[in-house]
Each structure stands twice: as C-alpha cells, then as structure tokens.
C-alpha cells in the first residue's frame, strides 16, 4: 500500500515561485513513475509532470516547459515539483500521482494507481 502526501501549497504573486513536495510511504515508491497533476474547479485534470523510477526520463506539459522542474529523492521517498514565473493560470489543486502507466499513458490520470489529496496553489496577478 502506498500513501501520498503533497505539501508546500499557498499563495504566491504572479512570477513568484513555489515547491511542492510529495512525501511517499512504502518502498514501492522507488518502482514507480510519478506525476503531478492540476485540476481548478469545473476543469479538467491537467497533466503537468512525471518522471520515471530511476529520474531519468522527464517530461513536461508544454505550458509549464522551461518554469517548473520535477524531481525525486529515493532516500526521502519524495518527489518534488519546483514551480517558477507562476502565472495566475497555474492556480489550481496539485495532485501528486504514483504508479506504472503504459508509455502512452503517462500523461493520463487513469495511467496512475495511487493520488494525494492535493495541494492548493493560489498565483495572485
């Protein structure tokens, strides 16, 4: 059983930034890919990040390319998303995500077994 906990949520001004953290229990977390979703009320969940096992595949949705970094420290069972230049449209719950999605699934949220309760970040304009 794997349990997730995002973390570091607030209020932040446009072109600030933030990190999120997503503190995992089991050491299941080291097998799987992680992600990070977003979803503002009456919208879609949104893709924004993953990355693989080992941390080294990567990828971004295209409208956070170049501002936010995704990253995972084995040893702490954490995975983080450090999230610079915020814009107001970024404002939303963050959802941190963990399983093993098919290839073509990474992106999707059915792709993953197991969620956070989510993490709210507000960016002011």
């Known amino acids: 059983q794997v349990q997730l906990v995002e973390s570091g949520g607030g209020l932040v001004q446009a072109g600030g930034s933030l990190r999120l953290s997503c503190a995992a229990s089991?050491?299941?977390?080291?097998?799987?890919?992680m992600a990070w979703f977003r979803q503002a009320p009456g919208k879609e969940r949104e893709f924004v990040a993953t990355?693989?096992?080992?941390?080294?595949?990567?990828y971004y949705a295209d409208s956070v390319k170049g501002r936010f970094t995704i990253s995972r420290d084995k040893d702490k069972n954490t995975v983080y998303l450090q999230m610079n230049s915020l814009k107001p449209e970024d404002t939303a719950i963050y959802y941190c995500a963990g399983g093993q999605p098919r290839w073509d699934h990474l992106s999707r949220p059915d792709g993953y077994d197991y969620w956070g309760q989510g993490t709210q970040v507000t960016v002011s304009s």
């Open positions: 990355v693989n096992w080992s941390g080294g595949s990567i």
């Open positions: 089991g050491r299941t977390f080291n097998t799987y890919n």
